[in-house]
């Protein structure tokens, strides 16, 4: 996928401006063919071809010669989009800490900023998991009119106090690095965002799922040294994916803020705005987006269809159980 930047002035939900903020996102090439539009989940970036190979590309469910898919790297992202780890203009240093708050919403306004960009009127699927189906979900209410199918993929329309629970305890992380707040560079904060990381893998992951692939090979091993070492790595290939403390934080404040019914009378009445057919799907051993939250509110959706499908790997079933979901896309 190609890759592409603009600029844009972005008033922000929580107060305050971004002015000539760096939008980034990457685009299957010529127009032609149906409008896909992926939202990306929490630490991912705006090609789904790298993150999604299964699902994205040529020939895949989502065809890239075929169609045209669009994905925006998230505000906040250390992938291009304005964010810490970009320059601010005001003194000529990484953001960092001095980045301001921004909320679901923002995300939103900054998609919409590329989608006039691009001259799409009419996308005819859209398509968001995770943290994605947050941007997805906010996107469908605030211009529905624009979509024809949505997807929404182990994902909520408000953020529930387990998931804040999870949030809060990895920023509890970032923050019991000193060099976090001292915020002299953009190196500060990695040992919290290592920590940070291998928290957010056990919400991410489930029982079954550790005992099938972090059980000791062993029956006489005295420590339990495998998934020890597998935590370990985990924390340590997100820091070589040059994500950073500053990056992460502002990322989990930005989950807090998903509750689709703000000012609009509660979510029910917020998910009656939707006019697209939709999908909802859950995954059976979700822990951070259950089957039964997702079943109450899809049949709050105008037609809404829900699915639930099996994994034995938590909520990182949407990235790996690519077939079953790559069906319910066509």
């Avoid at 895949?60 to 075929?66: A, G, S, V």
């Avoid at 306004?109 to 906010?138: C, H, N, P, W």
């Avoid at 605030?142 to 809060?168: K, L, Q």
């Avoid at 000791?216 to 040059?242: C, H, M, N, W």
Wanted: glycine share 10%; with cysteine; aromatic share 10%.
């Amino acid at each position: 996928m190609n890759r592409h930047e603009i600029i844009a002035n972005l008033s922000l939900e929580a107060g305050g401006r971004l002015e000539n903020a760096h939008i980034v996102f990457h685009t299957s090439g010529v127009r032609k063919g149906r409008v896909i539009w992926v939202c990306h989940a929490l630490t991912a970036n705006s090609d789904p071809e790298d993150w999604w190979p299964e699902m994205v590309g040529p020939g895949k469910t989502l065809d890239t010669t075929e169609n045209f898919v669009v994905c925006v790297n998230k505000l906040g992202s250390p992938y291009g989009s304005e964010g810490p780890a970009r320059e601010n203009p005001a003194t000529g240093k990484p953001w960092l800490l001095d980045f301001p708050a921004i909320t679901v919403r923002d995300l939103v306004s900054a998609m919409i900023q590329v989608r006039k960009y691009l001259g799409i009127e009419t996308i005819d699927l859209l398509v968001g998991s995770s943290t994605g189906g947050f941007q997805a979900l906010e996107w469908a209410v605030t211009e529905p009119e624009r979509f024809r199918r949505c997807v929404f993929i182990a994902t909520a329309p408000r953020v529930s106090p387990y998931f804040g629970a999870t949030i809060e305890a990895q920023r509890m992380a970032l923050e019991a690095d000193p060099t976090f707040r001292e915020a002299k560079d953009i190196h500060g904060g990695e040992a919290g965002l290592r920590c940070a990381r291998a928290q957010a893998l056990i919400s991410y992951r489930c029982f079954l799922g550790y005992g099938l692939t972090q059980a000791e090979e062993d029956p006489d091993t005295l420590f339990a040294g495998r998934v020890a070492s597998y935590e370990r790595y985990q924390g340590e290939k997100l820091i070589r994916r040059q994500f950073d403390a500053y990056s992460y934080f502002t990322l989990c404040n930005l989950i807090d803020s998903q509750n689709l019914g703000r000012g609009r009378g509660g979510v029910a009445a917020a998910l009656s705005r939707i006019q697209a057919r939709c999908t909802v799907v859950a995954i059976d051993t979700d822990s951070i987006f259950p089957p039964e939250e997702s079943r109450a509110w899809a049949a709050l959706i105008p037609g809404g269809v829900y699915h639930e499908i099996s994994s034995r790997f938590g909520h990182d079933g949407f990235l790996l159980e690519t077939a079953v979901i790559g069906a319910l896309l066509m």
